[in-house]
């Protein structure tokens, strides 16, 4: 019995030395990955992450650090969890850029700013909880995060700039806070399994074009529209359209603004544009290679760059008077021969008509400073010799315009004549009383048998910004 219990006693020691040698070595290797997890492979300097230095898969960053620096960790191959601790407010711009097996990220409740190209290419993240605090989610902050299918925005951002979301394809649902204002474009482009976007009422900037293109969920948005109303309208903002658009488009009324790229490459042929809107995108029109004509109130006070760029049949365009500044609105509109300006501008860019190689006569009043007047040669067309034997440049007599073009000398001579004053004679017109869905474009047609009159209407009857109302009584010129 006596053996037996010495055995026992014998076997138990054993085990405790194994134990005890194993746990000192555990203690040790445990020690030795908090110090390079730690300490040695960060580079920190006046608490700002500079760079990481070492390849271990899990990572936790060093108390103490308030700021991820600037591609601290870029294209890292080791990558695989990150935990950043409380005290970070800031993670720099490619921060995590193209950590391509990075899958989780801790974020700390301190944080304030996630700024562009911070999870860029991070093509295995799953899920991404932004905590409150951030008011902003930087350019392409998550673009191209494929396998990201969680995504919680915090109630308290205020903006999601351009491309921070595009390319995640597994992303199914996003909720977007109240606090948001501007959703920027392409900002969830290419979402392939996108289905489910929720947009509050209090979004005032939900996107243009391009913000949710080659999304599951637009292409549900713009199936169910009806046929007399093919427009996406959110918030008052028109987003899209469906592209197979014929023949005449009238945009309706309540919609405050044509968002950049809403009509990219549809197929109409004019466009009336209600007296709610107030702003045009950038290249709201572009590539709309059908389009002729078109009638813009005086409502609209902005005017996108490229905003009719590659619209190649436009031949005819009125423009708002209320537009002040103009960015090279017509590229590559070759069949324009005649545009007036706005009455109320006074900039304009160098480029104004560039590639618009009929451009034959260019109506020009005394608001354009002398100034910018310089940009007018230009302005024409750039890509054509001799052009300035082509062109007629009309201006009001005295204005500022006028003096800009009576200095030219020699070669840099323009030829140029004086606008007309005219007036509507009283036995020039007859009557007509609005009805109920009447557009100027609409009964410029039925009445005078060609829509693009409807210029004609709005000068006789002095319309300027009023737009049209039920009831109301219209000049119209005789035919």
């Known amino acids: 019995m006596q053996i037996k219990k010495r055995l026992a006693l014998l076997l138990l020691r054993v085990a405790i030395f194994f134990m005890a040698t194993h746990f000192r070595i555990f203690a040790a290797d445990v020690k030795d990955s908090y110090l390079s997890t730690n300490r040695e492979d960060f580079v920190i300097d006046d608490k700002i992450l500079v760079k990481y230095q070492g390849s271990e ?70 899920k991404v909880i932004i905590p409150d605090g951030v008011k902003k989610i930087g350019i392409s902050a998550f673009d191209g995060c494929r396998e990201l299918k969680m995504l919680q925005l915090p ?25 948001v204002i501007k959703i920027g474009s392409f900002a969830f482009w290419n979402c392939e399994n996108l289905i489910e976007i929720q947009i509050p009422s209090t979004v005032k900037d939900p996107g243009d074009g391009r913000t949710y293109s080659l999304t599951p969920w637009l292409e549900a948005q713009l199936a169910a529209l009806p046929e007399k109303s093919p427009f996406f309208v959110v918030n008052d903002v028109l987003i899209a359209a469906r592209r197979n658009l014929e023949t005449e488009v009238t945009v309706p009324d309540g919609v405050k603004k044509i968002a950049a790229y809403a009509f990219e490459r549809t197929r109409f042929q004019s466009i009336t544009i209600s007296d709610s809107v107030t702003e045009i995108g950038i290249a709201a029109f572009g590539d709309c290679i059908n389009l002729k004509t078109v009638y813009m109130p005086d409502s609209v006070q902005l005017l996108g760059s490229d905003a009719f760029r590659g619209c190649y049949v436009l031949k005819k365009v009125r423009l708002s008077d209320s537009i002040t500044v103009l960015q090279a609105p017509f590229t590559d509109c070759r069949q324009l021969e005649e545009v007036e300006l706005p009455r109320e501008l006074e900039n304009i860019e160098y480029g104004l008509f560039l590639g618009c190689k009929k451009m034959k006569k260019l109506i020009v009043h005394d608001k354009l400073k002398q100034s910018r007047a310089i940009c007018l040669p230009n302005g024409t067309d750039i890509t054509a010799k001799n052009v300035h034997k082509k062109i007629v440049i009309y201006v009001d007599k005295g204005s500022p315009a006028e003096k800009y073009l009576r200095s030219l000398k020699g070669k840099e001579k323009i030829a140029y004549a004086y606008n007309k004053k005219s007036s509507a004679s009283s036995t020039s017109y007859k009557t007509y009383t609005v009805k109920k869905g009447d557009s100027l474009w609409s009964i410029a047609k039925k009445q005078l048998g060609n829509g693009s009159r409807y210029t004609e209407i709005v000068t006789l009857n002095k319309l300027g910004k009023k737009g049209i109302k039920t009831g109301q009584k219209l000049k119209l010129p005789k035919k």
Do not use: H, M
Not at 160 to 176: D, N, P, Y
């Open 57 to 126: 898969e899990e990572i936790v960053v060093p108390d103490g650090v308030t700021e991820i620096g600037r591609e601290a960790f870029i294209d890292n191959k080791t990558i695989c969890s990150v935990i950043l601790p409380e005290g970070v407010t800031k993670i720099s711009s490619c921060a995590f850029q193209g950590c391509v097996k990075l899958e989780t990220v801790q974020f700390p409740s301190t944080l304030k700013e996630i700024q562009g190209n911070s999870f860029y290419c991070c093509k295995k993240l799953q």
């Open 155 to 179: 109630n308290s951002l205020q903006g999601i700039e351009a491309w921070a979301f595009s390319g995640c394809g597994k992303l199914e649902k996003v909720i977007i806070p109240k606090g």
